[in-house]
């Protein structure tokens, strides 16, 4: 199939961005790589598309005191490859799960977040480390937390008129590590489920928080608190004393129903397994860092 009849404009400001979407029935094209496919299998048919690559600061990818600033232009690759992404670790450790590297030269980091796709692994990232979303609109700019962002399976918080400008991440503090880990029947295809996972200890090496983020098992990514959980399992390398009750957590939050890859309960165990050592994982990482 090929895609229907679409008028195409490339504003040179946020303005202009933001002029054009206010006109009705316009989708922004950011790397292309999920809009395009959407175009083509005729899933959408906006009447405009506004690339917005030519926005000079949605270039912008840098460092502000304690947080990392990906403009909606910069590239998955670019964040992949650069220095500056060793300040947020769980962002390096996700990203060569995102796809393939062909697809993550053009794909960015926003348009991830904006397509919010379920089984995603970005979101996922976001929801973790409470990274912010800026969204631009008629009324001007707004922050809005990952919590909040994601409303649903391709729903965000973010309005037809608006466009996400940028996303910013927390630089890891001493004393955190992270974990990640997803299943999918192919490298590169969207996973069957996985978890990221944050750990802070204190200065003893007790864990202090505990949170972990489980993508592919609802509608959206699903954040909880388990510092409880990691306490109560005591010292266990493995995370084996996690299952137990990772496997009821799992009753609770995994809802994505069966399909051809994989039922319900597949899902509930993959979960509740990755969830286990990526905890586990995430607390060791977090004890030798300094
Ligand atoms: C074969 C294949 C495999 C893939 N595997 C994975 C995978 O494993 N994991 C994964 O996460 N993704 C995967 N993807 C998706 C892909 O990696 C995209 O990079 C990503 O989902 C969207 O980024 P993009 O910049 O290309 O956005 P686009 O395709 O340009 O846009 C996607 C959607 O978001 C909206 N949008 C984009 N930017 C903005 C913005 N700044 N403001 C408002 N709305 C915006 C668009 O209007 C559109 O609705 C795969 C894609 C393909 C084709």
């Given at each position: 199939m090929k895609a229907a009849p679409f008028a195409y404009v490339r504003p040179g400001t946020v303005d202009d961005v933001l002029a054009e979407l206010a006109r009705g029935d316009g989708k922004v094209l950011a790397g292309g790589q999920s809009l395009v496919p959407v175009l083509a299998m005729r899933l959408g048919r906006p009447a405009t598309l506004v690339d917005i690559n030519a926005v000079e600061e949605l270039h912008r990818f840098d460092r502000r005191d304690d947080v990392v600033r990906i403009g909606a232009a910069v590239r998955q690759r670019t964040v992949e490859r650069d220095a500056l992404t060793r300040a947020v670790p769980l962002l390096g450790m996700a990203m060569p799960f995102v796809g393939h590297r062909e697809l993550r030269s053009r794909g960015t980091v926003c348009g991830s977040l904006a397509h919010?796709?379920?089984?995603?692994?970005l979101p996922a990232v976001a929801a973790c480390l409470d990274a912010t979303v800026e969204v631009a609109g008629p009324a001007g700019r707004r922050r809005v937390p990952a919590a909040e962002f994601f409303v649903g399976a391709m729903t965000?918080?973010?309005?037809?008129?608006?466009?996400?400008v940028g996303v910013e991440f927390p630089v890891a503090a001493p004393g955190e590590g992270f974990g990640f880990a997803e299943i999918a029947?192919?490298?590169?295809?969207?996973?069957l489920a996985g978890v990221v996972t944050r750990v802070r200890v204190a200065d003893d090496g007790a864990p202090a928080q505990a949170r972990l983020t489980g993508f592919g098992i609802s509608d959206r990514p699903v954040t909880r608190d388990v510092t409880d959980l990691l306490r109560a399992a005591g010292e266990d390398p493995t995370g084996h004393g996690l299952r137990p009750g990772l496997a009821d957590l799992a009753g609770r939050v995994v809802d994505t129903g069966g399909d051809a890859h994989g039922s319900t309960a597949y899902r509930r165990r993959l979960f509740a397994v990755l969830a286990a050592r990526e905890l586990a994982r995430a607390l060791a990482r977090a004890r030798t860092r300094p």
């Amino acid at each position: 199939m090929k895609a229907a009849p679409f008028a195409y404009v490339r504003p040179g400001t946020v303005d202009d961005v933001l002029a054009e979407l206010a006109r009705g029935d316009g989708k922004v094209l950011a790397g292309g790589q999920s809009l395009v496919p959407v175009l083509a299998m005729r899933l959408g048919r906006p009447a405009t598309l506004v690339d917005i690559n030519a926005v000079e600061e949605l270039h912008r990818f840098d460092r502000r005191d304690d947080v990392v600033r990906i403009g909606a232009a910069v590239r998955q690759r670019t964040v992949e490859r650069d220095a500056l992404t060793r300040a947020v670790p769980l962002l390096g450790m996700a990203m060569p799960f995102v796809g393939h590297r062909e697809l993550r030269s053009r794909g960015t980091v926003c348009g991830s977040l904006a397509h919010a796709d379920p089984a995603a692994e970005l979101p996922a990232v976001a929801a973790c480390l409470d990274a912010t979303v800026e969204v631009a609109g008629p009324a001007g700019r707004r922050r809005v937390p990952a919590a909040e962002f994601f409303v649903g399976a391709m729903t965000t918080g973010a309005a037809a008129d608006e466009a996400v400008v940028g996303v910013e991440f927390p630089v890891a503090a001493p004393g955190e590590g992270f974990g990640f880990a997803e299943i999918a029947r192919r490298h590169g295809d969207f996973a069957l489920a996985g978890v990221v996972t944050r750990v802070r200890v204190a200065d003893d090496g007790a864990p202090a928080q505990a949170r972990l983020t489980g993508f592919g098992i609802s509608d959206r990514p699903v954040t909880r608190d388990v510092t409880d959980l990691l306490r109560a399992a005591g010292e266990d390398p493995t995370g084996h004393g996690l299952r137990p009750g990772l496997a009821d957590l799992a009753g609770r939050v995994v809802d994505t129903g069966g399909d051809a890859h994989g039922s319900t309960a597949y899902r509930r165990r993959l979960f509740a397994v990755l969830a286990a050592r990526e905890l586990a994982r995430a607390l060791a990482r977090a004890r030798t860092r300094p």
